[in-house]
């Protein structure tokens, strides 16, 4: 049982380059989130899936895309990097909306030049 | 939405109990009242919730007062590996009774030797 598996760890992008952040889940979790994470500030949820096929906008969802084909994967996509999206970013998931707590991965860093 | 507020550090010594208080004074009935940790670098980990009962793990005990406009989390014999930011979350219901995690900037704890 991996729990949740984030890739990569670390990245460096160029201003304008795109890519995707990967989130594995292997606990049947319907729900799963993305936050991010900059220095001295807590958590802001960026997009969060209530199950496959279902998405929706936290807090911060500008420059980002979701999507959730499958019950186990829920990956984050930057279109066009910007130095503003430098950050620490985590994807937690959850059994259920309310009576569960939910599992974080261990955060991919990423910079960008 | 209900907020929180914590204090913004707090010390402990080790092999003594330490007590994080939380505010949240405009929760709602259906709102728990959820703990997590974030020891440096690392993904944020559950620790407790509750609703309305105190509750006790293997990790720490959450006492809720009876109004439920405050709680305490209760580490009983706090460790140097107990050092760790501290958030207290009210979960936020959303559109169509899903709810995400809102995290503010919690309490730094530092447990001493």
């Known amino acids: 049982n991996a729990g949740v598996t984030q890739t990569p760890k670390f990245q460096v992008l160029k201003t304008g380059q795109s890519m995707t952040l990967q989130c594995a889940q292997d606990m049947n979790h319907e729900y799963m989130s993305w936050y991010r994470q900059d220095p001295g500030m807590g958590l802001r949820l960026i997009h969060y899936?209530?199950?496959?096929?279902?998405?929706d906008q936290g807090e911060v969802p500008n420059g980002y895309n979701v999507s959730r084909s499958t019950t186990e994967d829920f990956p984050l996509r930057l279109l066009s990097a910007a130095p503003s999206q430098t950050s620490v970013y985590f994807c937690?998931?959850?059994?259920?909306?309310?009576?569960?707590?939910?599992?974080f991965g261990s955060g991919t860093r990423l910079t960008v030049v | 939405d209900a907020k929180t507020t914590q204090p913004p550090s707090m010390d402990c010594a080790e092999g003594r109990a330490a007590n994080l208080p939380c505010n949240h004074s405009t929760i709602s009935g259906n709102e728990y009242v959820y703990w997590y940790r974030q020891i440096h670098s690392q993904g944020p980990q559950y620790i407790i919730h509750g609703l309305k009962n105190n509750e006790t793990n293997e990790m720490a005990s959450l006492i809720i007062t009876e109004d439920r406009k405050s709680s305490t989390l209760i580490l009983p014999h706090a460790t140097l590996r107990d050092t760790a930011v501290y958030y207290c979350?009210?979960?936020?219901?959303?559109?169509?009774?899903?709810?995400?995690?809102?995290f503010g900037k919690g309490t730094m704890l530092l447990v001493s030797p």
């Open positions: 937690a998931s959850s059994y259920s909306a309310v009576s569960y707590g939910y599992t």
């Open positions: 979350i009210v979960r936020v219901p959303v559109d169509s009774g899903y709810s995400t995690l809102t």
């Open positions: 899936s209530v199950g496959a096929g279902i998405t």
